[in-house]
């Protein structure tokens, strides 16, 4: 088995399940149309790659259906009637029709020694860790893993000066900053600077760094612009087969 980056922004689970004529279900109770709206709505929008919205069996709350579930929000909502449609959507889509929207990754961690500390979070929390990288020309190389369902990343640094380096002997181990993943990051940062945010560092890396199978673009935000945390926004495009 292995972890996979989350294919859907979002997902909306429908609860379209009949029963006989008579017996609480949501199917009955008109749930069928209201997923067929929803993902004809999700079409016309061309949020169908991003959102997904998904029909499901029994979600054991058939008294009180139709029943609706909203992730990565963790909503649920029940006796959902047609006329509830246009709420679900300015509750839970309309955000998506932002020019530059972004979705919690991941946080990175400084540590001084990386084993150690991937030992400490295999063996005592369970973590699931993904194969360690290495940044080049910045001295540090970073271990991605994900545990109970959060996402982190412990950095460290190699031989050399470097931005982790520095951190390490300022600040000591801990919370380096928290990150985002954007689809397009000239957007989001036109939007931040609309917002009056000053980026504080961009890295574009040549082409053929690759880190998690992937070519990233990254922009910063400082920490006295981030209420202490150093906020870091990251596009992150898979390599084709072609690349
Ligand atoms: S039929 Fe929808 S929750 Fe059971």
């Given at each position: 088995m292995q972890p996979l980056?989350?294919?859907?922004?979002k997902a909306i689970f429908v609860c379209v399940n009949e029963r006989e004529p008579?017996?609480?279900a949501c199917g009955n109770r008109g749930s069928v149309a209201l997923f067929k709206e929803l993902k004809a709505r999700m079409r016309e929008l061309k949020l169908n790659k991003e959102i997904r919205v998904t029909r499901t069996r029994c979600l054991g709350l058939c008294e009180v259906g139709p029943n609706v579930a909203v992730y990565p929000e963790g909503t649920w909502y029940s006796a959902?009637?047609?006329?509830d449609l246009e709420a679900l959507m300015a509750r839970?889509?309309?955000?998506?029709?932002?020019a530059a929207p972004i979705r919690g990754d991941r946080v990175g961690l400084v540590v001084a020694d990386l084993e150690k500390a991937k030992e400490f979070y295999e063996n005592i929390l369970g973590a699931k860790f993904r194969p360690t990288e290495e940044v080049p020309g910045q001295a540090f190389r970073y271990a991605p893993f994900e545990v109970g369902g959060f996402s982190l990343e412990l950095l460290s640094p190699t031989d050399g000066d470097g931005v982790i380096r520095r951190f390490l002997e300022s600040r000591g181990e801990g919370v380096h900053h928290i990150s985002f993943r954007v689809d397009d990051l000239d957007a989001t940062i036109r939007q931040l600077e609309e917002k009056g945010v000053k980026i504080a560092a961009r890295l574009d890396y040549p082409p053929e760094v690759i880190f998690e199978g992937c070519r990233w673009r990254e922009a910063f935000l400082h920490p006295r612009d981030g209420f202490g945390v150093l906020i870091h926004f990251a596009e992150v495009k898979r390599l084709s087969p072609s690349d």
């Open positions: 980056p989350r294919p859907y922004r008579g017996k609480a959902v009637k047609p006329e839970h889509v309309a955000p998506f029709e932002s």
